[in-house]
């Protein structure tokens, strides 16, 4: 009796883990039909597909959470879906025009120390150029973080006659030295935020830009200022995130939202957080261990889960493939979306 009661009870315990799982996924999907839908793009729609995205049928698709418990149910077929959206990613990327007649739509970065926000500006460039890029000195020293200059990286595009019209800057990265320096910190992001920063500023540890310095810039323009805040994160220590580390990340955001700058968080390091990630990067939209981690995030400082996006940079890969790059090009696209979602309201 006493068996069958608890096997009655992990039953309706798994249902109802898969019923919230879909319910999670079709949230997911469902934002992304609605971003995709005010850009008039009806081609994607949920649906169980038959084939992935080589053209081969799909085995498993619906993942039976009884046999693998590190996996979410419907997962495999989110990436299916990511996989066959790179192309239309590109092409969104490549064909983007920032709205309102502005020239440059900025990406500001910032984060902990060693978070990957070097290795991302790489990934981005890598993925554009078609190549493994070095461009941002990507460093696990944190020694060296105080030693950084304020630098916009722009991507030539494929003619190499243009460049992008978005832009990213890297922000010295945060660390819980003491009380003092992450003033100073929250101080230099304001700065970053409004446009203030000109370009090859090297920051200070004790003291925030000035507005006597020399590159304090008086009169920023649209083009200045920053768009959208991404906080990079380290999903393989987000648990030991220090409670002063978010709260100062909380503190930039609610500056941020003062501002009308939209926040996004991206958690990297998905290969070195999640060992079924690492064995196959098409876990990703199914493992329990990364919905987890995203929930934990989101609860720490407040970003909407549907507002981080999980990537594995190109750390130390020699050449390109198609699930990084797919993750790579749908976070950037995202980014732009949702940057651009709040300039034209
Ligand atoms: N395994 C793994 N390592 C990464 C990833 N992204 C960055 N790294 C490594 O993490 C370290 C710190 O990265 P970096 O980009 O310099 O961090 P930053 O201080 O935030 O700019 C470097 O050794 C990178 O190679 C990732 O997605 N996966
Ligand atoms: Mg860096």
């Not at 393989?236 to 968080?265: C, F, K, M, W, Y």
Request: hydrophobic content about 35%; proline content about 3%.
């Amino acid at each position: 009796m006493a068996v069958i009661r608890r096997r009655t009870c992990q039953t309706s315990e798994v249902k109802q883990n898969q019923m919230k799982t879909l319910l999670r996924v079709r949230n997911c999907w469902d934002l992304k039909e609605r971003t995709r839908s005010s850009l008039s793009r009806t081609q994607l729609h949920w649906e169980r597909p038959s084939k992935d995205w080589q053209g081969n049928w799909a085995q498993n698709s619906w993942t039976d959470v009884n046999h693998q418990p590190n996996v979410l149910l419907g997962g495999d077929v989110m990436f299916v879906f990511l996989s066959r959206d790179r192309e239309a990613d590109l092409q969104f990327i490549n064909d983007y025009r920032p709205a309102g007649g502005q020239r440059q739509f900025r990406i500001l970065l910032h984060g902990p120390v060693g978070a990957g926000k070097s290795s991302f500006i790489n990934s981005v460039f890598s993925v554009l150029e078609g190549k493994i890029c070095h461009k941002a000195t990507a460093c696990n020293i944190t020694q060296t973080t105080f030693t950084k200059k304020y630098i916009t990286y722009k991507i030539k595009k494929g003619d190499h006659q243009n460049v992008y019209p978005f832009v990213l800057n890297d922000m010295t990265g945060l660390s819980n030295i003491n009380w003092k320096h992450r003033r100073v910190y929250e101080k230099d992001m304001r700065m970053a935020m409004k446009g203030h920063i000109k370009e090859e500023y090297k920051f200070h540890p004790q003291s925030a830009l000035s507005e006597t310095d020399p590159f304090f810039n008086r009169n920023p323009t649209i083009n200045d200022k920053a768009h959208i805040l991404v906080t990079v994160f380290d999903a393989s220590t987000i648990n030991q995130l220090e409670e002063t580390v978010a709260e100062t990340i909380q503190e930039i955001r609610d500056e941020a939202t003062e501002l009308g700058i939209p926040h996004v968080a991206i958690l990297s390091k998905i290969d070195e957080a999640c060992p079924e990630i690492r064995d196959d990067i098409k876990n990703v939209c199914q493992s329990r261990v990364l919905q987890e981690k995203i929930q934990i995030l989101s609860k720490l400082v407040g970003i909407p889960e549907n507002c981080i996006f999980p990537v594995k940079n190109y750390h130390s890969e020699k050449k390109l493939n198609h699930e990084t790059d797919a993750l790579i090009l749908y976070t950037l696209r995202s980014i732009i979306e949702i940057g651009e979602e709040y300039l034209s309201s």
